[in-house]
């Protein structure tokens, strides 16, 4: 089996080599960077499954390399490392289109566990949409949701999502019109509870998510706030109230 392949950009060298050789020992296929230079050329030649992309380097930052990133369409997931207690770095990053994030300093099995989640998310339909893994597609307004391609798409074109918007718009999608709370978000599309699910990460997803949906509406049409509960997918985006 192929191994994934992950490259880590971060100026700290003890770092990069204490995690080349943790995650080889994972079975991963590791590369290292000491800045974000060379990765357009990594990904046109070397593409990686993830990257482990640290927020303070020196040259570009990581908030606007994974800014740049998105802008281009580039959808490789990315997990961003941040200073601990930067609460501002990590909900930024999840704003600029990553895919998760891990404090600094950390024990390197929870990164592996990251990566795992991300992974899977990126690579397969999550468990809880097993009633329409044959492929189907669940259209919507001007969109259509095509869970065996893990596609969205507006009027037959694609729609770039990271693999944690995804999993939370399939989870919605495949629930319409039940309010889910924002700890059942988090579990059911992202595989995290308990303390996690209080941060702001789901809000963010939800954000981009009504950028990349509502196409200049006033309001909100698909994902609605269900207030002091969580939010709700509305198929034909007409207001619930």
Known sequence: MEKSKVLVIDDDNKLRDL????????GYAVETLPDARDLDRKL?????DLVVLDVMMPGEDGLAVVRRLRAQGEMVPVIMLTARGEDIDRILGLEMGADDYLGK???PRELTARIQSVLRRHMATPALTAAHDDGS??????????LGQRELSHQGNPVSLTSAEYAVLSVLVTHPRRPLTRE???????????????????????????KALDCGATGPRYIQTVWGYGYVFVPDGQSRE
Do not use: W
């Open 19 to 26: 995690l080349t050789r943790y995650l080889d020992q994972q």
């Open 137 to 146: 597609s669940i259209p919507f307004g001007e969109f259509c949701l095509n």
């Open 184 to 210: 059942q978000l988090m579990e059911m599309a992202l595989g995290k509870g308990n303390g996690e699910s209080l941060d702001r990460s789901i809000d963010v997803h939800i954000s981009r998510l009504r």
């Open 44 to 48: 046109a030649r070397n593409r990686p």
């Open 105 to 107: 300093p950390f024990n």
